[in-house]
C-alpha cells in the first residue's frame, strides 16, 4: 500500500515538474540563417540550439591593452545572436565601440526599435579606450537583423570620417567662471547646491535590501553637477532608474543631446532592481539645466504610467 502511495505521488509530481518545466507559447519556428545574412550584410551561423549568430571582428582600429596589442578573438568582436521565439525572434548582442562611436551606434538602435541593455568596458588600460554596447530587441528577425545591421553601419560610418578614435567630445573647455545657481535651479526645478564653484542637485530613489529599505543616502539618488560658466558649462551626473523606465530615459537624455557614457549596476539583489546611467553634455548652463529637467519629466511621466498599470 505504501509503495503504491509512493509511486501514485512521485507520478504526480513528475508530471507538476513536467508542467511547470513546459513553456506555456506554442513552439517557436526555426530561422533561417540565410534571411539573417541578408538583412545583416554579414555572413550568419546556425548553431545546434537553433540559435543564429553573426559576428564583426573589429579589425579596423588597432588596440593595445596593458601594453599587448590585442587581436580580435580575444575579446574585441561584435556580436549578435538571434533566438527563435513563437513571435519572430529575440535578439542579443554586444557591440564593440570607441568613445566617439558611442552616439551614433545607440541613436542607430533607438532609430529601429532596439533596446541599449548596457554600457560599459570589459578592459583596463586599452588603447584607445575601448567600450561595449549590449543590445536586445523582439520581433521579426528580418527587421531586427536589418537594426543591427543599422547599428554597425554607423558605427563604420563615423570610422569613416575618422579613422582615429577622437580623444574628447566637439566643442571647447568650459572654463570656471560665474554660474547663477537662482536661474538654474529654477529651470531645474531643483535648489542646487555650490560646492568650490560646482553647482550639484540631486534627488532620492528607492529600493530595498536584504529586507531593509534603502534609499538616496545609501547610493540611490540621481544627481547632476554643473562646472564652468553661464556661457559654457560640463554637466554630468548619473539617472537613477528602474528596469521598465531605462529606455525611456536613454532615449530622453540623447533627445536632450546628452551623451550617454556608462549603463550598468550598482548593487546585486535590491528589489525593485536599480539601473544607473551616466551622462556627459555641454553647452550654455542654463540649456542645460532645461536640458536635465526634461529627462526627469520624461521618466516620471513613465513611472506614472507604469504605476497605473499596476493598479
Excluded at 5 to 21: C, H, P, Q, R
Amino acid at each position: 500500500m505504501i509503495s503504491h502511495f509512493l509511486l501514485v505521488f512521485g507520478l504526480l509530481a513528475t508530471s507538476v515538474a513536467i508542467a511547470d518545466s513546459t513553456p506555456l507559447s506554442r513552439n517557436p519556428a526555426s530561422l533561417d540563417p540565410a534571411v539573417i545574412a541578408a538583412a545583416s550584410d554579414t555572413p550568419a551561423n546556425l548553431g545546434g540550439d537553433g540559435v543564429v549568430t553573426i559576428t564583426w571582428p573589429r579589425t579596423d582600429v588597432p588596440v593595445t591593452v596593458d601594453g599587448l596589442k590585442l587581436p580580435p578573438p580575444a575579446g574585441l568582436g561584435s556580436w549578435a545572436a538571434f533566438m527563435p521565439t513563437p513571435d519572430g525572434a529575440m535578439m542579443m548582442g554586444d557591440t564593440v565601440v570607441f568613445q566617439d562611436e558611442v552616439d551614433a551606434a545607440m541613436d542607430a538602435a533607438f532609430a529601429h526599435g532596439l533596446e541599449v541593455t548596457a554600457l560599459h568596458n570589459h578592459f583596463f588600460y586599452s588603447d584607445p579606450p575601448v567600450f561595449f554596447m549590449h543590445i536586445n530587441g523582439q520581433g521579426d528577425p528580418m527587421a531586427l537583423a536589418q537594426g543591427v545591421r543599422a547599428v554597425w553601419a554607423a558605427i563604420r560610418s563615423v570610422r569613416t570620417q575618422r579613422i582615429v578614435p577622437a580623444r574628447h567630445f566637439p566643442g571647447g573647455v568650459p572654463v570656471p567662471g560665474h554660474l547663477d545657481a537662482m536661474a538654474i535651479s529654477s529651470a531645474l526645478g531643483l535648489t542646487v547646491t555650490d560646492n568650490h564653484g560646482v553647482l550639484k542637485a540631486s534627488f532620492g530613489h528607492t529600493s530595498s535590501m536584504g529586507g531593509m529599505a534603502i534609499g538616496g543616502t545609501s547610493g540611490l539618488t540621481t544627481w547632476v553637477a554643473f562646472v564652468g560658466s553661464d556661457r559654457l558649462s560640463v554637466a554630468d551626473g548619473d539617472f537613477i532608474m528602474y528596469g521598465r523606465d531605462v529606455q525611456v530615459v536613454l532615449h530622453a537624455l540623447r533627445r536632450a543631446g546628452f551623451h550617454v557614457v556608462a549603463l550598468h549596476n550598482h548593487m546585486i539583489g535590491e528589489k525593485p532592481v536599480v539601473y544607473f546611467t551616466h551622462f556627459w553634455g555641454k553647452g550654455s548652463a542654463l540649456d542645460l539645466a532645461r536640458s536635465f529637467k526634461s529627462v526627469i519629466d520624461a521618466q516620471a511621466v513613465s513611472e506614472d504610467n507604469n504605476s497605473r498599470k499596476e493598479n
